[in-house]
């Protein structure tokens, strides 16, 4: 089945610093990428949508300048939390959706998620 | 806007027991998911239903959907201790594929 990879599974890092995570698909080509955020006990917010090859659409709310979206290719897409503090630290995951010749399909593909402490 | 409601938020079950999770959405959704997830983990994709009137089932739990009253329900079938975990529907809405809006969470516990 069709894989989709984090890196890394988790961070700790001090208030101010800047942490990137990477989103892979790893045997196939993604071209729409999401980022999604989790806090404890809640569910999932979607925050931004990645495009290969374009600028990356945020969710009401989520400041672009502070959550950098890189989309280069096909299989890889970073969120980049910039300047993080406390408030920042949440679980993160990517999901795909998965182009098969010409059609997109239906199931997305999660990623195994990325644990951020901002201390 | 698109808005997903679940219910209930906490299900306590004894196993062999049988019972029902719903998910409620504000507007049109032709892609209804629904999702599980264990403490610590991401999510695992249980069902995709696309139509209305879908049904589908593996091993314990079945899910349908009828698009008219925007309701999506999971059913649990004679539930058994590994079952326990937090599940999730998420609809979609227009044509963006994947950019999906969560419901709250059921948290499931399935008890001796």
């Known amino acids: 089945g069709a894989v989709v990879s984090q890196h890394p599974s988790w961070v700790i890092c001090k208030s101010g610093t800047s942490v990137k995570i990477e989103c892979r698909s790893l045997?196939?080509?993604?071209?729409?990428m999401f980022w999604y955020r989790q806090f404890p006990k809640q569910s999932l917010m979607l925050m931004a949508t990645s495009n290969e090859g374009s600028k990356a659409t945020y969710e009401q709310g989520v400041e672009k300048d502070k959550f950098l979206i890189n989309h280069a290719s096909l299989t890889l897409s970073t969120l980049t939390v910039t300047s993080a503090h406390p408030e920042d630290s949440s679980f993160y995951i990517c999901?795909?959706?998965?182009?098969?010749?010409?059609?997109?399909?239906?199931?997305?593909?999660f990623g195994p998620g990325t644990r951020l402490l901002v201390l | 806007e698109l808005k997903v409601e679940q219910n209930p938020l906490f299900l306590s079950m004894q196993e062999g027991k049988n019972y029902t999770i719903y998910c409620n959405y504000s507007t049109t959704s032709d892609r209804l998911y629904w999702y599980r997830q264990d403490p610590g983990k991401s999510l695992e994709s249980l069902f995709v239903?696309?139509?209305?009137?879908a049904v589908k089932q593996e091993g314990r739990l079945m899910a349908s959907l009828d698009t008219k009253a925007r309701l999506s329900t999971l059913h649990i079938t004679a539930a058994v201790h590994d079952l326990s975990a937090t599940y999730f529907c998420a609809a979609a809405g227009g044509t963006s594929y994947g950019k999906l809006t969560f419901g709250q969470g059921t948290i499931l516990t399935v008890h001796p």
């Open positions: 239903l696309l139509s209305n009137g």
């Open positions: 045997d196939f080509q993604a071209t729409t």
């Open positions: 999901s795909a959706t998965r182009l098969a010749g010409a059609v997109i399909q239906e199931t997305q593909y």
